[in-house]
């Protein structure tokens, strides 16, 4: 079974470039993603800098299961946004329909790695959508955001979280 073979030797690092080529394909940047972290944490740690907050993100980006759900949730909204799903899941994912809940459930993929700050941190930002959270959710926009959204916020609330437990030590 040599497709097979080739699968699962595909380098960890090809893995993760692919999954941010992906992400800045998409719209997200670095910059983005910082300032999702200092949004979460500037209120408990007053000198936080840029670089702690790119450290963090690094780190999570480094986490293979973080990139296996940033390469699915992001092909699952390109699908949609070619037509390419079966129905009715092209129609569910197309109009971020609210029942929906795996992108949700995905997100917590990621979330679920730095432990439980990480929910609290992803529910308010969920929530509060600023920055680019708040672009990827234009719903006037002919792009699909379904999974992105939810995995943006799921990666700074991660970040956050690893930042937390690393100043408590
Ligand atoms: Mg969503």
């Not at 980006?61 to 949730?73: F, H, P, S, V, Y």
């Not at 920055?131 to 699909?144: F, P, R, V, Y």
């Amino acid at each position: 079974m040599p497709r097979i073979k080739k699968l699962f030797n595909f380098r960890e690092s090809e893995l993760k470039k692919k999954a941010l080529e992906l992400l800045v394909e998409r719209g997200v940047t670095m910059d983005d993603l910082i300032e999702l972290v200092l949004f979460l944490q500037k209120d408990y740690y007053p000198h936080i800098s840029r670089e702690m907050c790119l450290h963090n993100i690094e780190r999570v980006l480094d986490k293979r299961e973080i990139q296996n759900a940033i390469i699915t949730g992001i092909q699952l909204d390109m699908l949609a946004e070619q037509k390419k799903l079966m129905s009715p899941l092209q129609q569910i994912i197309e109009t971020d329909e609210g029942l929906y809940g795996i992108d949700e459930v995905l997100a917590l993929s990621i979330v679920n790695v730095y432990g439980s700050i990480g929910f609290t941190n992803y529910g308010y930002i969920d929530k509060t959508k600023p920055g680019i959270l708040e672009k990827l959710n234009d719903k006037e926009s002919d792009e699909t955001h379904t999974f992105l959204d939810d995995i943006v916020g799921a990666i700074a609330a991660a970040a956050s979280s690893r930042l937390a437990h690393s100043q408590g030590k």
